[in-house]
Every structure is written in C-alpha cells, then in structure tokens.
C-alpha cells in the first residue's frame, strides 16, 4: 500500500462511527475539479508517505477510540495490497468504509463477498455519455455501473456521491442521472445519492477554478426540486 495522508479523527466521514481516514496514492481518473492533485500525481516529494506498519501502529494506540476507518484516495483499489490491508484492518475489529470511482468493480466484489467493507461510497460523476469530461480521461463506464449496481444490491450501507458542477450538471443531466439510479437501484429503499457542492480551489484543471461555484441557497433550492421526484437525492 502506498499511503499519502491520514486524518486522525473524522465524526462525518463514516457515518454512525468515530473514525479516522487515509489517503492512498494515485488515481486512474483525472477530474479536473479534483482537490487532491498531489494523491492523484503521486508525487512522493510532496506528499507525507505513511509506512504501513506506522499506520498499524497508529491503530493500536487509538483502537479505544477509533470504530472504523476510511480509505480513500485516489482511488484505493489502484493498491494491489488492498484486500490484506482491509483484512489487518477488520482482524482488528474496526469497521470499514471505502471510497471508490467504481472502475474496479473486480476488486470491490472481492471486498465485499469477503465482508472486508461495511461502507462503500462511490462517484457517479455525470450522465453516462459525458463521463469522460468529468473523469478527465476514457472510461469503461460499463465498469462503474457494473460495481454501482452490485454495491446497491449486496452492501450493508453505502451511497453513491456526485460533486455538482455548476456548468456540467444541468437539471436535464441531473435528472438523466436519477433515472439511472433509479432503475439500476430496483427501488432499493436504501438509494442515498448525494450532491456535493462544487468548491472553485486548488482543482487539478485550473480552468474549473473560474468556475463560480453556487451558494448554499442554490444547492438547497436545486436538491429540494429534484427531492420532489426522486426522494433519494441528499444535499452532502
Ligand atoms: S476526484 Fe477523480 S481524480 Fe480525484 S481522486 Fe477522485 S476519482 Fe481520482
């Protein structure tokens, strides 16, 4: 495992649990309103690599205090110790929560089946055909529903997240995108997707930093509307 960052102490991150969350390095996708360009780059000089065994280490001292952990990125199913370093985390009796862009879905099926992960959220970054302008390269997307409809299907918890981009998402791609969950859940009653507002800083494309971003009030207004039809949708 290449681990770039941890946060000691998350209480929003997993929901339910006190947690703490690391950051594994590099992605395969490319959002240009990306934040963490440094984990996406994998540049090694600009990053604090964690020692796995430091981590371990960590998670011995805060196990009183800490009830799962959270691996993000990047994209965590990159790491090809991904599976055993979920299995050291679960031995230890902590609940845990992966992030994914659901290009994987071998990998995450293999997590699951093996009840390696309590939590799953995955991107759903815009309506299918326009996926490569919000990934920032091609995609199999065939892949991403393929690990979106097994999450809805056989995990415990889990929520499909999609950063809003003021000129990517308008009310016709939005409403595309709940259709789509809609009939890909078969009305699983446990549907969550929420909407996270787009921040215009540091972006892996510095031209999305011209983007304006919408106010809280625009957000609230535009997740109420959607909530009228699809009650799934969340403000994040
Ligand atoms: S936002 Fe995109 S580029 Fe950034 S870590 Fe997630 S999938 Fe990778």
């Known amino acids: 495992m290449i681990l770039g960052g941890l946060q000691k102490t998350t209480l929003v991150d997993f929901p339910g649990r006190i947690a703490c969350t690391v950051f594994t390095v590099g992605c395969n996708f490319r959002c240009p309103f990306c934040h963490n360009k440094d984990l996406v780059g994998g540049d090694k000089n600009r990053l604090e690599i964690i020692k796995e065994e430091d981590f371990f280490e960590f998670l011995k001292k805060r196990k009183k205090v800490l009830e799962g952990v959270c691996i993000t990125g990047g994209?965590?199913?990159?790491?090809?110790?991904?599976?055993?370093?979920?299995?050291?985390?679960?031995?230890?009796?902590?609940?845990?929560?992966?992030?994914?862009?659901?290009?994987?879905?071998?990998?995450?099926?293999?997590?699951i089946e093996n009840k390696m992960?309590?939590?799953?959220?995955?991107?759903?970054?815009?309506?299918?055909?326009?996926?490569?302008?919000?990934?920032?390269?091609?995609?199999?997307?065939?892949?991403?529903?393929?690990?979106?409809?097994?999450?809805?299907?056989?995990?415990?918890?889990?929520?499909?997240?999609?950063?809003?981009?003021?000129?990517?998402?308008?009310?016709?791609?939005?409403?595309?995108?709940?259709?789509?969950?809609?009939?890909?859940?078969?009305?699983n009653s446990d549907l969550v997707w929420i909407l996270q507002k787009f921040r215009p800083i540091n972006c892996l494309d510095v031209e999305y930093e011209k983007i304006e971003a919408w106010s809280d009030e625009e957000m609230k207004n535009m997740t109420r509307e959607l909530r009228k039809k699809f009650a799934f949708v969340r403000l994040g």
């Open 75 to 111: 994209e965590p199913t990159l790491q090809k110790d991904l599976f055993a370093f979920c299995r050291k985390i679960k031995s230890m009796g902590l609940d845990l929560k992966l992030d994914t862009n659901g290009s994987n879905p071998e990998i995450v099926k293999k997590l």
């Open 117 to 187: 992960v309590d939590y799953v959220a995955i991107d759903f970054k815009t309506e299918w055909n326009s996926y490569p302008d919000l990934a920032g390269v091609e995609v199999e997307v065939e892949k991403v529903q393929e690990t979106m409809k097994y999450v809805m299907r056989s995990v415990p918890a889990y929520c499909i997240r999609t950063t809003h981009v003021p000129t990517m998402h308008s009310d016709a791609v939005l409403k595309k995108m709940a259709v789509w969950l809609l009939n890909a859940s078969k009305d």
